[in-house]
């Protein structure tokens, strides 16, 4: 066989160099039990299949919650869940990390509650050193009362990337060198509740939760946790860099992943802090490399 072109060979050898961004490594299904327990007004959380689901009850008297058993610092965090479906105006269902000091870092899904034939809006949010103030919000492409979708949180040295279904909704890249915290030896908490918000939920409040619709249910499933477990006082990983997450492919997305991120961005996105003129006259600095401008 003859010598390839130069070119050819030029082009092989980037190919081969170049280290692309992958999905997280998929989520394993463990019973509720493996990774949770529940926090508050047990009596309004129902165990189904041996615990391998689970749904969350809120009335006019209490909503309910749970939290992970440890303490993480970095890994790859997920939960299957179907919104309450209906008339859900005024109810919020929480998934989110959170550490425990007074200065506590926290990764946020939120999910606001709509009137039945309107839209779930999904927010989300970093706090870094105590400060948050950094709200997304978007519009699914689905209805996610109608079956379980997929949630996650991809949280490394490098970035925190809000997966939907395997699409990046949203990333939160290490900006500590252009003076942005980053949350990095906090150990966090995973956490889970449906509550009541009227006062803030839907349309700002305007639309106040119908009672007479309750009890209002949300429904999880998977339960899967994949992290650097840590005591809540570590400022650390003993495993530091050895984690699949640590590798360079999960350091940043791919062009493709990009590509998913801009459809989101362009279609389903219905306000970013990084472009509220009102609140921020000049954009906050991690909003450039987080391409959010």
Not at 234 to 261: H, M
Request: aromatic share 16%; with cysteine.
């Amino acid at each position: 066989m003859g010598r390839l072109p130069l070119t050819l060979c030029l082009t092989f050898l980037v190919m081969a160099t170049v280290t692309f961004g992958v999905p997280p490594k998929k989520a394993v299904d463990v019973p509720f039990g493996r990774n949770y327990f529940p926090t508050w007004a047990f009596d309004h959380i129902k165990y189904l299949n041996g615990g391998s689901e689970v749904h969350l009850i809120l009335d006019k008297y209490t909503g309910t919650g749970f939290q992970s058993k440890g303490s993480y610092l970095f890994g790859h965090f997920s939960m299957h869940i179907k919104m309450v479906p209906g008339d859900s105006a005024g109810t919020v269902t929480a998934f989110y990390l959170s550490s425990q000091s007074s200065v506590h870092d926290e990764i946020d899904f939120e999910f606001l509650g709509n009137r039945t034939g309107q839209p779930y809006i999904l927010q989300t949010n970093v706090f870094t050193g105590g400060k948050g103030n950094r709200e997304q919000r978007i519009n699914l492409w689905f209805d996610p009362s109608k079956d379980y979708h997929s949630y996650s949180v991809l949280w490394n040295m490098y970035q925190i990337v809000f997966f939907v279904d395997d699409v990046p909704i949203r990333v939160f890249k290490n900006s500590k060198d252009i003076g942005v915290k980053f949350p990095f030896n906090q150990p966090m908490k995973i956490y889970s509740s449906l509550w009541n918000a009227d006062d803030w939920a839907t349309r700002g409040g305007l639309e106040k939760t119908n009672w007479a619709k309750a009890p209002f249910v949300a429904s999880y499933r998977g339960f899967h946790v994949d992290g650097c477990e840590a005591s809540v006082n570590a400022k650390f990983c003993e495993t530091q860099g050895k984690r699949w997450w640590d590798q360079k492919e999960f350091q940043d997305l791919d062009a493709q992943q990009y590509k998913r991120l801009k459809w989101v961005r362009t279609r389903y996105t219905i306000y970013n802090y990084c472009t509220d003129r009102v609140r921020f006259p000049v954009p906050p600095p991690e909003c450039r490399r987080d391409r959010d401008i």
